[in-house]
């Protein structure tokens, strides 16, 4: 067996890992409920565990190294998690050296949506660029900036941070202390938060409830979607401006209901960007689904050796 | 004599050179009157003549190259200029080459904000840092993105175009279509068309008419450049939360009314970017004035030495 490398996910709900070769395939993967709760020490002896599973169950190749996806800040140069509200406990936790010490395999952490935008260049609906700007529509709304084929960080790993553009200056309040937050109005909790003022005459917990009675014609549901789209439209029309970046992807939950907020959302692009009416500039959906940041974590250790081969060849 | 590169600024109302060696010092400068009506052919046996007299005024030396900022859109790989409302007949004409064809050196044309985005970061306010923003305030908005010491181009080298990211959805109308961009609110040209409106019971024909009666104590002078203050710190906190740089730079002819607007500008930022309020990211003065742009074109050339020398040291 050739090369290879491991991708790690702490998911929300699931703690998962895959292998992968250098040209995208997944060999094997495993997942196991997360419990971060119980203290890094012990997450820490899980994530270990999980990756030895999947090592397990391969024949001997060459383990380049492990890629780990986390919901939070990263200090990448340390391999500490900063700020994770999903991770009570982990913060200047040495995280990366207490795996690496297991294993003593190069380890590297990265924020989990900046790890999705680097799946999505690799082997997902990036291929064809070296740079793009991935939005992850769920709770809030994060992102990524590839470019150059590589990750932007900014100065504290904190770029892509685009659920805290301002669309609205006076619109809905945030957690963050601002108002008009794009993550207040375009997120899978903004849709439903928006549904349950809609009077729709059934409760209303998810996006999902309110895709569903789009899907059923219900008017009023689309009203919720064209303004999710709307707000979507203006904080993409300023980062194309900004950018001029060739692509712009979506992922995450209201996905499917892309043909709903799509038309209102482009139609504020056109309005608020003459680079995007005037060059080739696309926004689409992002292919890999719940996988791109566990791909991209596992394309973190074949980056570089992937990179030194094409300068050769 | 050591190496040298010879910037050359095609402004507004002059055309500019200057004779800059690797450490940044200008060795000798020549400006005459633009006229860019006469159109291309003219204009370039202009440039030309300007170059020649630079050098004339030098002892022999190795000149590296010669780097133009043009205030337009420019397709860098083939050198021509895309697009420009201040160079009629300029599109698709071969600048580059045909300049030189008279000259036998390496020319670079590049986007005059960018180049003086690049020229901060060389010997400007940006000496430190490797990822900078610079805001250009004048009669529109432009800038330019610093990424790892380079200029960030985008797909059509149109990145950068803040003027037009949307700041208030339903603000003023702009000439690209749009409402709200950022330059119809906190531009030189907004400043003064906000002065208008504000019954002053003078004539207001520039921003520094505005400037003088705020320092004269004028109170709606005052809200003026809050106002402006507001919609910068707007979209200065959306570019925070997109880059999570260190270092965003504002230059243009309102930078003496700092004092006026910063402080509103401040406020929004630190409300609408919790990365700004918890990292250390600046927002300065750019420091290089008119000369940005020039000392920016004739860095060009050398950047690419200045590089390969730095790694070898």
């Not at 700020?83 to 003593?104: A, C, M, T």
């Not at 219900?218 to 203006?234: P, T």
């Amino acid at each position: 067996m050739g090369p290879y490398s491991i991708g790690v996910d702490l998911g929300g709900t699931n703690l998962r890992a895959a292998a992968v070769n250098e040209t995208g395939k997944v060999l094997e993967r495993v997942s196991v409920p997360a419990n971060y709760d119980a203290g890094p020490l012990d997450v820490v002896t899980e994530i270990v565990g999980v990756i030895g599973k999947v090592r397990d169950r391969l024949p001997q190749g060459t383990l380049r190294g492990v890629g780990i996806g986390v919901p939070g800040f990263i200090d990448i140069d340390a391999g500490v998690v900063v700020g994770s509200s999903n991770l009570p406990g982990f913060n200047d936790f040495p995280v990366r050296d207490e795996i690496q010490k297991h294993l003593g395999i190069p380890i590297i952490l990265e924020n989990d949506a900046n790890a999705a935008a680097l799946g999505e260049k690799w082997i997902g609906a990036g291929q064809n660029v070296k740079d793009l700007i991935l939005l992850t529509l769920g709770t809030g709304i994060g992102g990524g900036v590839i470019t150059d084929g590589k990750i932007l960080h900014g100065s504290q790993g904190m770029a892509g941070e685009f659920g805290h553009m301002t669309v609205f200056p006076d619109g809905n309040p945030c957690g963050c202390g601002n108002t008009g937050c794009l993550e207040k109005h375009a997120s899978a909790t903004a849709i439903a938060a928006m549904g349950r003022m809609m009077h729709f005459g059934q409760e209303i917990n998810t996006a999902e409830d309110v895709f569903n009675l789009a899907q059923a014609g219900n008017e009023r549901a689309h009203w919720v979607f064209d303004a999710m789209g709307r707000a979507l439209g203006i904080a993409l029309a300023s980062l194309i401006n900004a950018f001029n970046f060739p692509l712009y992807l979506l992922s995450g939950g209201p996905l499917p209901a892309w043909d709903f907020f799509a038309p209102s959302m482009l139609a504020e692009v056109r309005k608020r960007s003459f680079t995007f009416a005037r060059t080739g500039t696309r926004i689409e959906k992002a292919l890999l689904g719940a996988d791109a940041g566990l791909l991209g974590a596992a394309y973190l250790p074949l980056q570089e050796t992937l990179a030194r081969e094409e300068v050769t060849r």
